[in-house]
């Protein structure tokens, strides 16, 4: 009797355990797949691990655990959503004719301030499919094709390592307290132009290892821009695109197929990585003004150019405001 007892009790253990762990080997397995991630990670003064750490206390913290477990409300939605799946295309609203009663359909409403129960394409409320601790959102590895809808309070976004293709104008709006959003390792290919560049409080878009040819408009308040191993070409950046951005500290655009230093740059830059794109030639400006010779960029310690077909040694006349050499090709 207690045998039997203990067995099922361990296949229970099982089930639980097990989509998570496989989880865990599948994301160690593409971590593993690109060591180059790690090789940029490790340069002195790459801003990433920094910036990330005032996060990591969300991540730990792991006194709001309970949030986790206590899916004592929501579950009951899960069967009305699977009876009547809503298209998150189409709000169930707008798609019913004004005369029909309307069935007691209270999935959308909000059921505290902020924390509304949204649904996603697959008519899942979002805080089942992704996990939502405090204030973050975390969909890693959720397979997902599109953004889910995101609480409203939500100030962390996670979503790495899925099948999401788009970025659309109303994936992000009215989200007004995101600070961070991490789309890495999807297969992005476009970001709708007005998509994230009304997002108040964003400080961080981390949208490396997609498949980017141009970037979209960006939010003034930005202060990391991480666009690592896309496609993206100088023709897909705009000619202003950076230099309004006052708070621009990292701008990391490594591995793509730009063939020109963009410019101008922010006063604000700390880090440009440029390494492994196609710049074979610069500006006399792209980094310093040449009719100002008193000006410095003394923020600006951190440029990479390694990896392109220039050669530096050809534009003397362009590092004299600058704290230090780019890395790169010399002589
Ligand atoms: C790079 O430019 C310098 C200065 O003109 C020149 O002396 C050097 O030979 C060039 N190096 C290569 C590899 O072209």
Redesign the pocket.
């Known amino acids: 009797m207690k045998f039997w007892a203990l067995l099922i009790l361990l296949a229970l253990l099982l089930q639980e355990a097990g989509p998570a762990s496989l989880l865990k080997k599948e994301r160690k397995r593409r971590e593993e797949q690109s060591p180059r991630e790690s090789e940029t990670y490790t340069l002195p003064h790459v801003g990433t691990d920094v910036l990330s750490l005032d996060d990591y206390h969300e991540i730990i913290d792991l006194s709001s655990y309970e949030e986790l477990t206590d899916y004592g409300g929501q579950l009951p939605e899960v069967e009305r959503s699977s009876v009547a799946p809503l298209a998150r295309t189409s709000p169930p609203q707008s798609s019913m004719s004004p005369r029909t009663p309307s069935p007691s359909l209270p999935v959308t409403r909000p059921t505290e301030p902020g924390l509304r129960h949204s649904l996603t394409s697959v008519g899942l409320p979002t805080c089942l499919v992704c996990v939502c601790l405090g204030s973050s959102v975390y969909c890693d590895d959720a397979d997902l094709e599109d953004l889910p809808p995101l609480p409203r309070t939500t100030v962390y976004l996670y979503a790495r390592f899925n099948r999401i293709t788009r970025v659309r104008a109303g994936d992000f709006k009215g989200l007004t307290k995101l600070k961070r959003i991490d789309l890495s390792s999807n297969l992005i290919s476009s970001i709708d132009a007005d998509a994230l560049h009304l997002l108040p409080a964003l400080q961080d878009l981390i949208l490396s290892e997609n498949q980017l040819a141009a970037l979209p408009g960006l939010p003034r308040g930005i202060e990391l821009l991480d666009a690592r191993r896309n496609r993206l070409r100088s023709s897909g950046i705009q000619p202003e695109a950076f230099g309004v951005l006052e708070r621009l500290q990292f701008l990391y655009l490594a591995d793509n197929l730009l063939d020109a230093i963009p410019g101008p740059l922010p006063l604000s830059l700390r880090s440009l990585h440029l390494q492994n794109n196609k710049i074979e030639s610069m500006q006399r400006d792209a980094f310093c003004d040449p009719a100002e010779h008193r000006h410095t960029r003394r923020l600006l310690e951190d440029i990479r150019l390694d990896r392109n077909p220039i050669?530096l040694?050809?534009f003397p006349e362009a590092y004299f405001c600058l704290p230090r050499l780019p890395v790169g090709?010399f002589?």
């Open positions: 050669n040694s050809l090709r002589t």
